[in-house]
C-alpha cells in the first residue's frame, strides 16, 4: 500500500521532508483548507487567500508533475474543516496504512498532530522541517547552560556554520555587525524605487472571490492582494529585490515614510513563511550581490542577519520556551488593545500609517510594527494576549512561531528578557528621527505633556515609573532611571498621572471597566 503525506499550508515546498521519498505511482498528497486554521484567529482576508491560493497553485503544481493530490475545498459539504479529521477521513477507507508528515510550525495544531499520531492505528511519521538552517537540536545545544540567550552570539554561529559572509573563520569586512549603520534618516525627496508587485492569476483570483464570500467579517481588505502565491512568482519578487531594493536596504532599514509602506523591504516574508523561497537561497543569492559588487555589505549583512540571525533565533526560542512562554507578562499589563489599532481612526499620524498598511495590505514593515504599534502596546500596558491576536490577525506573514518571541519579546518585554536585552519603549523623538510622520501629525512631538503632546511622550516617563520594580536592576535602562530619580517624588507622581490620562483616552482601560467616553 502506498503513504498518504500530508502537506499543511505552510509547507508548500518541493523539497519538503515529507515529500522526499515519494512514489507517485502509489502515494497520495492531502492538502486541505479547512475552518479550524482560517479562524483559529480571524486572520486577515489577504492572508487566507494567500494560503488558499498558494495551497491550490502547489496541488496543480504537483500534479502536473505526475502526483496524485486529495485536495480538500474550503467549500467542500464533507469538509470536516478540521486538520486531524480531513486526515482521519482520507484514512477511513483503509488504503493507507502509512502516514507521513513534516512537523508543523505553530505549537497548537503540533499538539493536535502528536496527539493524533499517537492515537492513530496507521504509522505516523512526522519528520524534522529541515527548511530551516538550525534544527531543534541544534538550538537546544546552543542555549544549554547559557545564562542569556541573545540573537548576536547564535547568529555568529550560523554564520560559521553556513559561511555565509565569512572569509575563513573571520567576518567579512572584520566585523560581524554593521547594524550602526542601518540607520540613515529619509532624507528630503528620497523616495524608494518603484518594485515590482504581482498581481493575481487566475487561481488567486479565484480564491479572493472564495474568500471575500467565506470570511467578509475577518479584518481587511482584498482590493490590493499582490502576493507572489508560487515559487515563480515569489522568485520574481526576490530577484526584483536583490537587484533595486537590496543597495538601499541597509543605509534605510529603519526609516519610515507616510504612504510608503515597503520602503527598501524584501516583501518577502510571507514567501518564506509558506515554503516558496528557501531563506538560505535568499541569503546566497544577496551574498553574490555583495561579491560582484551590486550591494553594499551593510546591506547584505543586514539582511542575511534578519534571516539566520533574528528568523531562526525566534523559532528557536519559540520550540525551547513554549507552551510557558505564551503564557508571560512580565509587566503585568492588563489593558484592553484600543479600537483604533483595528480602525485605524487616530489622529496619530505613524499609528494611523501602519494600521491604513496593516488594513491594505496585510502588511507593515518592520520598523513600523516594533517602534510603532509594538511600542505603543507596551507603553499603554495592553495585555499580551490582546497584542498577540492583533499581530496574528492582521499581517500575511504572521504564524505564530515567529510572530509571538518578536512580539512578547522584542516589542513589548513580555518575556521578561529572554529574546531582547530591554524593552525597545521610546517617546515621540525616535519616530521623529525616523520618518516624515510629526510634521503634519496632530500632535506635538516637541510637548511633553497635555492632550495636544504626543502620545508616545506622554506615556513614555509614566511607563519606566509604572515598571520601576520590574525594570530598575537592568544595566540598559540605567540611565533613563537616574534622569527618572532626579525628578522627585511630586514631579513622578505627575508623569504617573499623565501617563494614565492618556492611556484612559486612548482607550486602552481594563476589559472589565467602562469604555472611555
Ligand atoms: P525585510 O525587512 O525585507 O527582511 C527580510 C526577511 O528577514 C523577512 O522576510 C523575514 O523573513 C526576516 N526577518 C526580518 N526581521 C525578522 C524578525 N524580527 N524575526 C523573524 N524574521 C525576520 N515576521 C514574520 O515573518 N511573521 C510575523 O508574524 C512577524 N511578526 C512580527 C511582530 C513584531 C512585533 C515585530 C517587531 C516583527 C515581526 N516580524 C514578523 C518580523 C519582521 O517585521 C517581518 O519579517 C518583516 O517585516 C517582513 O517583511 P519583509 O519581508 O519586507 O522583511
Ligand atoms: C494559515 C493557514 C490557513 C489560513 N489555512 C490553512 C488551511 O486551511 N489548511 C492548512 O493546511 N494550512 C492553513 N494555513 C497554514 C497553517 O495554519 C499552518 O500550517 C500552521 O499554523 C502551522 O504553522
Ligand atoms: Fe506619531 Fe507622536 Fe509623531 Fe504624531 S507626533 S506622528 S503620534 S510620534
Known sequence: T???????????????????????????????????????????????????????????????????VRYVRIDD???????????????????FERVVMTE?????????????ASASPSLVEIRPDDRFVCSHDRFRRWASGKSQLRME??????????????????PAGGKWNYDAENRRKLGKGVRPPRRLRTPPDEIARGTIADVARLFP??????????????????????????????????????AMAESEPWMWHGLISTSINLGLIDPLDACRRAEAAWKAGRAPLNA???????????????????????????????????RGLPWFYWSGETDMACVADTVRSARDHAYAHHIQRLMVTGNLAMLLGVHPDAVDDWYMVVFA??????????????ATFADGGIVGSKPYAASGAYIDRMSDYCGPCRYDVKAKSGEGACP????????????RDRLRDNVRLAMPYRTLDGFGEDRRKALLDEAEACRVSMGAVRPSSEPAE
Not at 482560517?38 to 486572520?43: K, L, M, P, Q
Not at 506573514?397 to 522584542?410: F, H, L, Q, S
Open 77 to 95: 459539504p464533507d469538509n470536516r474543516h478540521s486538520i486531524v479529521a480531513e486526515v482521519e477521513r482520507a484514512l477511513a477507507d483503509g488504503r
Open 456 to 467: 508616545f511622550n506622554r506615556l513614555y516617563w509614566g511607563f519606566l515609573e509604572r515598571n
Open 104 to 116: 508543523c510550525g505553530e505549537w497548537r495544531l503540533a499538539q493536535a498532530l502528536s496527539g493524533f
Open 397 to 410: 506573514d504572521a504564524y505564530e512561531w515567529v510572530e509571538m518571541p518578536n512580539t512578547r519579546g522584542m
Open 300 to 334: 547584505v549583512e543586514g539582511f542575511i542577519r534578519q534571516i539566520i540571525g533574528w528568523r531562526e533565533f525566534v523559532r528557536g526560542i519559540y520550540w525551547l520556551k513554549m507552551p510557558e512562554y505564551a503564557r508571560r507578562n512580565h509587566l503585568d499589563a492588563d
Open 217 to 254: 467579517d475577518h479584518f481587511g481588505t482584498l482590493d490590493a492582494f499582490a502576493w507572489p502565491t508560487t515559487a515563480e512568482q515569489a522568485e520574481a519578487i526576490l530577484a526584483d529585490f536583490i537587484e533595486n531594493l537590496l543597495p538601499g536596504f541597509g543605509d534605510w532599514q529603519d
Open 2 to 68: 502506498g503513504t498518504l503525506r500530508l502537506v499543511l499550508g505552510d509547507q508548500l515546498s518541493d523539497g519538503l521532508s515529507a515529500l522526499t521519498d515519494l512514489d507517485p505511482a502509489r502515494d497520495l498528497i492531502l492538502l486541505a483548507e479547512v475552518r479550524d486554521e482560517a479562524t483559529y484567529v480571524r486572520h486577515h482576508k489577504q492572508k487566507i487567500a494567500l494560503a488558499f491560493a498558494a495551497m491550490r497553485s502547489f496541488a496543480v503544481r504537483l500534479e502536473t508533475r505526475g502526483v496524485s
Open 153 to 170: 552570539f547564535f547568529y555568529r554561529e550560523m554564520r560559521r556554520e553556513t559561511g555565509l559572509l565569512m572569509e575563513g573563520d573571520q
